[in-house]
C-alpha cells in the first residue's frame, strides 16, 4: 500500500491541488479547514506535510489523519475502501542467472596482522596453532576493502573470519588435512578445529565440513578410515549431521561432544577452560 500515490489516493476522493511547484503540488489540507493551501505532496518522494499542524509523513499516516486513529489496520482498511487506487504493480528484476562476484582483488598472504591474530586469541586460539594452518586474505567488495583470517578448502575457495565477518570466498566446500593416519577427527568450523589443536586433542587427519550442508562431500572423504572421530556442535544441526554419519559408517563413528556437553561447541568449551585457569592461577597467586 505505500506503493500507492498519495496524488492519486487523493484524486480518488475528489481531492484536487491548488498548486504545482515543480515536483511538489499544494492542496487545502483535505482533513481540515483553512483558507490558505499549506498542505503540500512530494511527487518524488510520495511523502506529504501540513505546514498548519506541522504533521507529515506516508499515506498511512495521512489515512491516519483522515479517520483520527492511529490503529494500523483501520488506516489500510481507509486507504483499501478510497476505491480507484488500485495497488500498482512492482516490477522486480529479473535475477542474472550468473552472479557477478562479490569479492575482487584477492590477495592472501601468510598470517601476520596483529588484530587478526588478537581476535583469534580472544577465541583462546594463538598465534603457533594459528599461523601454521590459516591465511591472511585482503579483498575487495563493493569498491571497499577488508581483512579476515582464511582457512581454505578442498574446492579451492576460503572460508573467512574476522570480529565482524564469517563468509566464504566460493566456492563452498570441506577442508581436509590427510596425516597418514586411518583416524579422522570431524569439526563443523575451523575454529572448533583450531580449539582442538589449541587443547591437544588431534592426533589423526582431520576434516572441517565449514558448513552442515556439506556432509555429504565428508561421506565421500571419509572412505577407507578406520575410525571417524566427531566433535560437533551440540544442537539440532550438529546431531543430525552425527547421525548422518552413522547411516554410513556405523560403529565407526565416535561422538567426542560429552566433553563439551555443558557447552554448544568445543571453542565455547575452550574459553571456559582457559577462564578456569585464570581463577585458578589467580587464586594461586593470592595464596
Known amino acids: 500500500m505505500r506503493e500507492i500515490s498519495i496524488v492519486d489516493f487523493l484524486n480518488a476522493m475528489g481531492i484536487l491541488p491548488t498548486g504545482q511547484k515543480g515536483k511538489t503540488l499544494w492542496y487545502s489540507a483535505p482533513y481540515r479547514t483553512e483558507r490558505t493551501p499549506s498542505f503540500k505532496v512530494d511527487i518524488a518522494k510520495n511523502v506529504w506535510f501540513d505546514f498548519?499542524?506541522?504533521?507529515?509523513?506516508?499515506?498511512?499516516?495521512?489515512?491516519?489523519?483522515?479517520?483520527?486513529s492511529e490503529d494500523f489496520l483501520l488506516r489500510a482498511a481507509f486507504i483499501a475502501k478510497s476505491g480507484t487506487c488500485p495497488l500498482p504493480v512492482i516490477e522486480r528484476p529479473q535475477r542474472n542467472e550468473e552472479k557477478e562476484p562479490v569479492f575482487e582483488d584477492i590477495w592472501v598472504r601468510p598470517l601476520q596482522d596483529a588484530r587478526l591474530l588478537g581476535y583469534l586469541k580472544e577465541r583462546g586460539i594463538f598465534a603457533d596453532t594459528a599461523i601454521p594452518n590459516c591465511e591472511e586474505v585482503r579483498y575487495r567488495v563493493h569498491g571497499k576493502r577488508y581483512y579476515a583470517i582464511g582457512f581454505r578448502n578442498e574446492a579451492g575457495g576460503m572460508e573467512l573470519r574476522n570480529r565482524f565477518f564469517k563468509g566464504c570466498i566460493p566456492p563452498k566446500d570441506i577442508s581436509l588435512k590427510r596425516n597418514g593416519s586411518d583416524v579422522c577427527a570431524v569439526f563443523e568450523g575451523f575454529i572448533d578445529c583450531l580449539s582442538a589443536m589449541q587443547i591437544g586433542i588431534i592426533a589423526s587427519d582431520w576434516l572441517v565440513l565449514n558448513s552442515v550442508s556439506n556432509v555429504e562431500n565428508a561421506v565421500k572423504a571419509l572412505q577407507g578410515?578406520?575410525?571417524?572421530?566427531?566433535?560437533?556442535?551440540?544442537?539440532?544441526?550438529?546431531?543430525?549431521?552425527?547421525?548422518?554419519?552413522?547411516?554410513?559408517?556405523?560403529?565407526?563413528?565416535?561422538?567426542?561432544?560429552?566433553?563439551?556437553?555443558?557447552?554448544?561447541?568445543?571453542?565455547?568449551?575452550?574459553?571456559?577452560?582457559?577462564?578456569?585457569?585464570?581463577?585458578?592461577?589467580?587464586n594461586d597467586n593470592k595464596q
Open 52 to 68: 498548519g499542524t506541522g504533521n507529515g509523513g506516508d499515506i498511512f499516516d495521512l489515512a491516519g489523519a483522515f479517520i483520527g
Open 225 to 282: 578410515y578406520e575410525k571417524i572421530e566427531c566433535f560437533l556442535d551440540n544442537d539440532d544441526a550438529g546431531r543430525r549431521t552425527l547421525e548422518r554419519l552413522r547411516a554410513d559408517f556405523g560403529e565407526k563413528v565416535i561422538d567426542h561432544s560429552s566433553l563439551y556437553a555443558d557447552h554448544k561447541d568445543l571453542n565455547e568449551f575452550l574459553l571456559s577452560k582457559n577462564a578456569g585457569n585464570n581463577v585458578k592461577q589467580q
